[in-house]
């Protein structure tokens, strides 16, 4: 080989190792700087923000990974919340992530959580699009997902009209005639909420009731009627109902429906690392929001089956005045 073409490649070469040395090392210091977060809160509603905002003022280092599907997004007016009465769901999450998003110690990143996994220091988790972030300690706040019924125009109208909750809504359909989709024994007490808030209560039972015969017996007596049929369509205008029609045909006005509702977790992670779940399908949690598993916590309705905004945002509090407390455990050695 020439002399001049000979220290030329060689100069190229020894170029090409320094530059990747150099990318190399960058890159390791890079994962080597990875950062520990002290928390990670999955789920950025309103249980999620709370956690977040305790923790934020305790000088800890968060990051909520939040997908933005919360299970309340469809419902046009949030209610039985101190000075937020009435106010769009959506529109009380954007102030309160405003007001989370003040506190330097609070990252967010917009994404889903897809996977999670015990490391030494903690947890290491995983979102769809490849992310990994690390941190000591786990917040799930990550809800639940209903499951509706094959029912037409079921799912337009829920959370305007279709609706769960008697303190949430029951105040807006007071008086109204209102049906309720359920049934069992065990749909008594519910019965009796709604029973207070409007005279004029028809429980329809989605085919042959497997209530006894006496109860529902007590159930006419006191002015309710029992309806063993099923529903095929709900007709609206814009969510809100206005008549039922049945599977053999007939039709009956009403103003508003209750349907107590299945549902699966939003986010299968929490079983994944071990979290005991409870008979009805919840995250199963101590007095402080703490799983089964150490170092992690669930709080609002992924371990609640009383949805309310203001359970949820108590929830979010105690879990992370619980996880501040044991990161400050290894401040006095």
Same mark, same amino acid.
């Given at each position: ?14 170029? /090409?190792?320094?530059?990747?040395? =150099?990318?190399?090392?960058? #890159? ?14 999955? $789920? ?16 800890? #280092?968060?990051?909520?990974? *939040? ?7 469809? %419902? &046009? ?5 101190? %000075?937020? *009465?009435?106010?769009? &769901? $959506? ?10 998003? #003040?506190? &330097? ?10 996977s999670g996994k015990k490391i030494s220091e903690g947890f290491q988790i995983t979102t769809s699009d490849g992310q990994l972030f690390e941190s000591k300690k786990l917040i799930f706040a ?21 609706i769960h909750c008697p303190y949430c809504h029951g105040y807006e359909f007071k008086g109204k005639k209102t049906a309720i989709l359920a049934d069992g024994d065990n749909v008594l007490h ?24 006496? %109860? ?9 009627? =029992?309806?063993?049929?099923? =529903?095929?369509?709900?007709?609206? #205008? ?23 509702? &299945?549902?699966?977790?939003?986010? *299968? ?9 409870t008979e009805t399908g919840h995250i199963k949690v101590d007095a402080t929001q703490k799983t089964s598993i150490d170092s992690i916590y669930a709080v609002g309705d992924n371990c609640n ?6 359970? /949820? ?21």
């Amino acid at each position: 080989m020439h002399r001049r073409l000979f220290i030329k490649t060689g100069s190229l070469a020894y170029l /090409s190792i320094a530059v990747s040395s =150099v990318f190399l090392k960058n #890159n390791h210091m890079e994962i080597s700087k990875k950062k520990l977060y002290d928390t990670i809160i999955i $789920g950025g509603s309103y249980a999620g923000l709370s956690s977040a905002m305790t923790l934020g003022r305790s000088l800890r #280092n968060v990051l909520v990974i *939040d997908s933005g599907k919360p299970c309340n997004e469809q %419902t &046009p007016h949030s209610h039985n919340f101190l %000075t937020r *009465d009435g106010m769009p &769901p $959506g529109k009380i999450a954007e102030i309160a992530r405003e007001e989370v998003s #003040n506190y &330097p110690g609070i990252e967010f990143y917009n994404g889903l959580a897809a996977s999670g996994k015990k490391i030494s220091e903690g947890f290491q988790i995983t979102t769809s699009d490849g992310q990994l972030f690390e941190s000591k300690k786990l917040i799930f706040a990550t809800g639940i997902t209903d499951i509706m019924p094959d029912i037409t125009g079921f799912s337009a109208c829920w959370g305007t009209s279709v609706i769960h909750c008697p303190y949430c809504h029951g105040y807006e359909f007071k008086g109204k005639k209102t049906a309720i989709l359920a049934d069992g024994d065990n749909v008594l007490h519910f019965l009796s909420l709604i029973k207070n808030l409007t005279d004029d209560v028809t429980l329809i039972t989605s085919g042959k009731s497997s209530m006894h015969i006496d %109860t529902i017996a007590k159930l006419n007596r006191n002015g309710i009627n =029992v309806v063993q049929k099923t =529903v095929s369509e709900i007709g609206h #205008n814009d969510g809100y109902v206005n008549q039922l029609t049945f599977s053999d045909g007939a039709t009956e006005n009403f103003e508003a429906i209750y349907a107590p509702l &299945p549902f699966r977790q939003h986010c *299968d992670i929490p079983k994944e690392l071990g979290c005991e779940m409870t008979e009805t399908g919840h995250i199963k949690v101590d007095a402080t929001q703490k799983t089964s598993i150490d170092s992690i916590y669930a709080v609002g309705d992924n371990c609640n089956p009383l949805r309310a905004l203001s359970l /949820s945002v108590a929830a979010g509090t105690l879990a992370a005045v619980k996880v501040n407390a044991e990161l400050a455990q290894d401040i006095l050695l």
